[in-house]
């Protein structure tokens, strides 16, 4: 019973005979349980049994008291503490030697232990109590990744992050990474031309969106690459930019994040417009957006910095207001509500419930925060004191 059942498999695929025996007997636990007992009870009472008529031979009545006091000794140290200890710390090397005693023993006296099942079973059913053999033990998201961050130097830390963020994919949308409307950056084919052939000289985007005034009138993808060599040589024209633009990929905001990620692979496509229930665009999601929520951020920048969050020398930090609060959160190590609003910006909105002046102060979550900066009925930047919260916080847990 103390088994790992996920190693025991393991070692069964790989051919191990002990634990194809000890795969076997479990896959049944009430006859196991039964066999066990069975055998358990049968040599403690003819011990017993043995005792008492040796004791009460040397010392009469007084040798039942004696007699039961020793046994009790001799059975608890020797039949059941030692060896079931001595089990629980090797239930590999133990369960792997017993199974060659315990599969023929059940073979031999099966009709025994099918009574005394059939007995003990309907007894259970009385209480309601349904028995399924073939149940099998699924983990969940959450216990599988329990599992994973236990592993200990089984796997490097790198790997456990990974491995744990992949299982974090399921619960995350498209529109928790998403890159927001206003910060869309693309090609409008209204600008002069003389403009136009300047931003795609100085791109840093491989696949640029294309639209007519504003995103709302989206009319597809740009790829670099298609038009790298004519912009090169100057003989590129209007036409050749419209003849390399490809269709819109469009998805739904909500959509999980492993859910777009087959989707992605399925279309060939590795960027995307999200759209709300009015088809109105709200961002748009990329392949790499994706990956850098297993793996980590693709950047060349030092590892000290952090995107959007910006360290003081009196340990505060100012963060700009469009920041995502997920990102924030797993970069500087806090609890900020992620639920709904997907902005520092939203989520001040949301809490004052009015688009607030610079300088006023807000607690969320036991962390203050100063408003800085508002311009246009949005909030810019922000000053936030982590340091505060992250002690309110410990002395929450301390308490």
């Known amino acids: 019973m103390r088994l790992n059942r996920y190693r025991l498999k393991h070692l069964r695929k790989k051919g191990h005979k002990g634990a194809k025996r000890a ?28 005792a008492s008529n040796i004791a009460i031979k040397l010392w009469g009545d007084a040798g039942l008291v004696i007699a039961t006091a020793l046994l009790t000794f001799v059975i608890l140290i020797f039949a059941e503490v030692t060896p079931k200890t001595l ?24 009709p025994l232990v099918w009574v005394v099942n059939f007995i003990a079973n ?29 592993a200990g130097f089984l796997l490097p830390q790198r790997h456990r992050e990974m491995l744990v963020n992949i299982l974090d994919l399921e619960s995350t949308s498209v529109e928790d990474i998403m890159i927001p409307r206003n910060e869309i950056h693309g090609l409008d084919l209204e600008d002069d031309w003389g403009k136009i052939t300047e931003q795609l000289k100085h791109s840093q985007f491989t696949r640029i969106p294309v639209f007519r005034q504003h995103i709302d009138n989206v009319e597809g993808f740009l790829h670099m690459r298609k038009i790298m060599n004519k912009l090169a040589h100057g003989d590129f024209s209007i036409k050749d930019l419209e003849d390399a633009i490809y269709p819109t990929y469009f998805v739904p905001e ?8 087959v989707n992605f ?35 060349t920048e030092p590892s000290n910095t952090i995107k959007d969050a910006y360290p003081q020398d009196d340990g505060t930090i100012l963060i700009d207001g469009s920041a995502n609060i997920r990102d924030i959160n ?55 004191n982590c340091q505060f919260g992250a002690d309110k916080n410990r002395n929450k847990q301390d308490m």
Do not use: C, W
Not at 254 to 261: C, E, F, K, R, V
Not at 369 to 381: P, S
């Open 87 to 110: 089990a629980a710390i090797h239930p590999e090397r133990i369960s792997f030697f017993s199974s060659l005693i315990l599969t023929p023993l059940l073979r031999i006296f099966y």
């Open 330 to 384: 797993r970069n500087l190590d806090l609890k900020l509500p992620d639920i709904g609003p997907k902005t520092i910006n939203g989520l001040i909105l949301e809490q004052l419930e009015e688009i607030p002046k610079a300088g006023t102060s807000i607690l969320i979550n036991n962390y203050p925060i100063e408003i800085l900066h508002v311009r246009a009925n949005a909030i810019r930047t922000v000053r936030l």
């Open 265 to 299: 692979q399925r279309n060939r496509r590795r960027i995307a417009m999200i759209v709300d229930e009015y088809g109105d665009i709200v961002g748009m999601v990329t392949l790499e957006d994706i990956l850098e929520e297993i793996v980590g951020e693709f950047t």
């Open 23 to 50: 795969d076997d007997l479990l896959k049944q636990p009430d006859r196991l349980i039964g066999i066990i007992l069975l055998g358990n009870n049968f040599v403690n009472i003819l011990a017993s049994a043995i």
């Open 254 to 261: 909500g959509t999980p994040l492993t859910t777009q990620l």
């Open 122 to 150: 309907n007894f259970l059913k009385l209480f309601n109590i349904k028995l399924d053999h073939k149940e099998r033990e699924n983990l969940n998201r959450e216990e599988l990744k329990t599992i994973v961050n236990e």
